[in-house]
């Protein structure tokens, strides 16, 4: 299976702030590669597919890139409502496609 | 409106059986892929199943030979049967549309979730 490992696990920011969460995969997922958002009590939402394609709806202030094994979602303003715990996923190896542990962003 | 409504849960006991449905409303299950992903208390995200459009299904090495997925077109809704159960089975169960977008296949729907917990 792929591991995916994201840093940091936790995040303190304050509204306003730039944030960039890395994720990097095990192997090579090329651009295999999507960012979800969950907060409490919810079901994750999808953000970021594709490395770096927003997701219809998702606001511009969220972007991803990377490719290979490296990856990052970069928030550039914080807002109130983004403070949740971010999941990046690797969809290039079917059928196991693996979550990282998360980033848990904290006002 | 594209929807996923999980129910089924609840508290089992250890070596219990409990099998969970999701009732899709928007679009047909039967024409995408489908999967569960759970989420243990406190922890992070991980795949369970995947049933494919044309009936195959597969499974995390955690829940191999004890869950199984199915699907009934008829209703469109999707089942897991969960047998064996352990305390390592508590967690939240989603289930969640895979589709592609641009040859990325991603869960862009999911249902609310329905917590499944294994005690005594």
């Known amino acids: 299976d792929i591991q995916m490992t994201q840093s940091p696990s936790s995040l303190s920011a304050s509204v306003g702030d730039r944030v960039t969460i890395t994720c990097r995969a095990s192997?090579?997922?090329?651009?295999?590669l999507n960012w979800f958002q969950q907060k409490p009590g919810k079901a994750p939402k999808l953000l970021i597919y594709g490395s770096s394609t927003l997701h219809s709806g998702v606001p511009s202030r969220f972007s991803g890139s990377g490719t290979g094994t490296d990856f990052t979602l970069t928030i550039s303003s914080l807002q109130p409502e983004d403070f949740a715990t971010y999941y990046c996923?690797?969809?290039?190896?079917?059928?196991?496609?693996?979550f990282g542990q998360g980033t848990k962003l904290e006002i | 409106e594209v929807q996923l409504v999980e129910t089924g849960g609840g508290l089992m006991q250890p070596g219990g059986s409990l099998r969970l449905s999701c009732a899709a409303s928007?679009?047909?299950?039967?024409?995408?892929?489908m999967r569960w992903v759970r989420q243990a208390p406190g922890k992070g995200l991980e795949w369970v199943s995947i049933i494919y459009t044309g009936g195959d299904t597969y499974y995390a090495d955690s829940v191999k030979g004890r869950f199984t997925m199915s699907r009934d077109n008829s209703k469109n809704t999707l089942y897991l049967q969960m047998n064996s159960l352990g305390a390592e089975d508590t967690a939240v169960y989603y289930c969640a549309r895979e589709e592609p977008y641009n040859y990325h296949y991603v869960m862009d729907v999911w249902g609310q979730g329905t917590t499944v917990t294994v005690s005594s």
């Open positions: 192997q090579s997922i090329r651009n295999s």
């Open positions: 996923h690797q969809s290039y190896s079917p059928p196991g496609y693996t």
């Open positions: 928007g679009f047909t299950v039967s024409t995408t892929y």
